[in-house]
């Protein structure tokens, strides 16, 4: 995790920034949308967005609309539904989803979501001494960001568990495939 303070009004504030996905634990997405009930044949997605910080401010400071930004998205939750598909997908699965379905997915704004991309370029658009309090050093990691929408169950095209990691075997020849135990689950 990465602490980074930014002054907002009269108030510091802190955010505890990922720096891996796997330290965005698979209840953080659950919980942040709780309350959201999908309907049907709709399901709840997380948006995890991965950029420097760097990137990210420098972006808005020098009023650039947008910085490339990679994303992962990841299944949350379904409505209740007959598909044997959708069925077989778990909380935390990495999802296979064409980028034009997620730009018209319907965004859902969580007051929970202590990693909304938004809020945070908000934050920094609001600190207007972040560049000098940082001498423009930000850092060169990759920290992690969610975003949550809400897609249709016919644009989730597939869909791989995140509990499988490949490895090399001995002689280095091909990967095999193993179940992650459980104390090592991320997302």
Excluded: W
């Excluded at 009930?37 to 997380?46: E, H, K, M, R």
């Amino acid at each position: 995790m990465k602490e980074f303070k930014l002054i907002v009004g009269d108030t510091e504030k802190t955010y505890h920034l990922p720096t891996s996905i796997k330290e965005i634990p698979v209840s953080y997405y659950e919980n942040v949308v709780k309350q959201v009930i999908p309907a049907d044949n709709y399901s709840v997605i997380a948006i995890v967005y991965h950029e420097s910080l760097a990137s990210i401010i420098l972006a808005q400071k020098q009023n650039r609309k947008s910085a490339n930004i990679g994303v992962v998205p990841i299944f949350v939750k379904t409505s209740s539904n007959d598909s044997e598909f959708m069925s077989k997908i778990k909380l935390g699965d990495k999802l296979v989803i064409a980028s034009s379905d997620l730009t018209l997915g319907h965004h859902v704004v969580s007051p929970t979501n202590e990693l909304s991309l938004d809020k945070f370029i908000t934050d920094v658009n609001a600190d207007t001494f972040v560049a000098q309090r940082y001498k423009n050093n930000y850092g060169n990691e990759e920290c992690y960001f969610v975003e949550f929408k809400l897609v249709p169950n016919c644009s989730i095209h597939g869909a791989y568990s995140s509990e499988i990691q490949a490895t090399m075997n001995r002689d280095g020849n091909y990967i095999e495939l193993q179940q992650v135990p459980q104390e090592e689950k991320g997302a």
